[in-house]
């Protein structure tokens, strides 16, 4: 479904917009199935209302640096970002980051790669 949509401009645009929003959701709900957390459970240990959480899992919106710093010094997940021109290859980003990365787009020139672990 999502291949044959990815071909409407504004839908990809979209896809694109949410990219790191979908990669945070996937790291918490994947932390709280590891940790057996409910949503109440992880607001607690982020210092957060539970409907934040639900937000961020859902992907509704994209984390701003001071979220994700939150959820780094909180989880201990590493978030790697790296945003470039896309005329230029990686130089600070670690090939496992590369290769873990959650998500990966182009547009105004530059490319975009959110990697976490």
């Given at each position: ?9 504004a ?5 694109e ?7 945070v ?32 899992e ?44 959650l ?5 105004h ?9």
């Amino acid at each position: 479904l999502i291949r044959g949509q990815m071909a409407d401009p504004a839908f990809r645009a979209e896809w694109e917009r949410t990219a790191v929003a979908r990669a945070v959701a996937l790291c918490l709900v994947r932390y709280r199935s590891e940790h057996a957390l409910s949503q109440r459970d992880l607001a607690k240990l982020l210092d957060m209302q539970q409907p934040q959480v639900a937000r961020l899992e859902r992907g509704d919106v994209n984390p701003t640096l001071e979220t994700l710093m939150r959820l780094a010094g909180a989880l201990e997940i590493e978030f790697t970002i790296d945003v470039r021109p896309t005329t230029r290859k990686a130089r600070l980003v670690t090939k496992r980051a590369q290769d873990r990365a959650l998500a990966s787009f182009a547009r105004h020139g530059a490319v975009a790669l959110v990697a976490a672990g």
